[in-house]
Every structure is written in structure tokens, then in C-alpha cells.
């Protein structure tokens, strides 16, 4: 049992990210080939009450990620997503720009197929 505020929300954190798990495996089942990926503050540990639930949704292709986005959005997975193609991402996650930058660090993956 968590004794310390950092101890409680370390759990409090990974009980989050597990039932973004299970959403996510349960959205991707009808999106081969594509993955979900929890990137910002909940990701980092330094969320609040305030903090929203920020999503990476990676696809073959643009469309793909369009659509997996918005199955994500649809069951109230997160609050905001990206959606990227395979192609996009792979160019964003090289990116000299600081926000790429720390997205392609710290984000977390919650599933793929």
C-alpha cells in the first residue's frame, strides 16, 4: 500500500495508463497495422486535476489515422489526439522542433497491432 504523495501518484498514474490500455486495445482492434500513444503531462507523471488526456494515434495512412482519432474520441479515451500516418510521424519524430521533441521522448505506447 502507497505510503508517500509520490508513491500514491505513481499508482494513481499507473491505474490511468492500464484502463487507457484496455481502451486502446479495444479500439485498434479494427485498425490493423496502426498504435496509440499517451504523450503529455499524464504521460510525464506531473498531470493535475486540470490536465486533459493528450493521444498520439499513428496509421498507415493519413485516413487511417483520421478515423482511428476519431473511434478514440468516440469512447471518451482522451481529450486531445494527433493523428499521423506512419510516414508524418517518422518525419515529426525527427524534427528539430522542441514540442516533436518532447512528444517522441516521453510519450508512452498504450497498444499497436
Partial sequence: MPKTVSEIRA???AERVEELRVRAEHVLEA???SSLWLFGSLARGDW?????VDV???APDRQQAD???DAALSIGMADDILALSGEEWEQQSTS????W???SKEALC???T
Fill in 11 to 13: 499508482q494513481k498514474q
Fill in 31 to 33: 485498425f490493423p497495422g
Fill in 48 to 52: 493535475d486535476a486540470y490536465s486533459d
Fill in 56 to 58: 498520439l494515434a499513428i
Fill in 67 to 69: 478515423l482511428l482519432a
Fill in 96 to 99: 528539430p522542433d522542441p514540442y
Fill in 101 to 103: 521533441k518532447a512528444i
Fill in 110 to 112: 498504450l497498444a499497436q
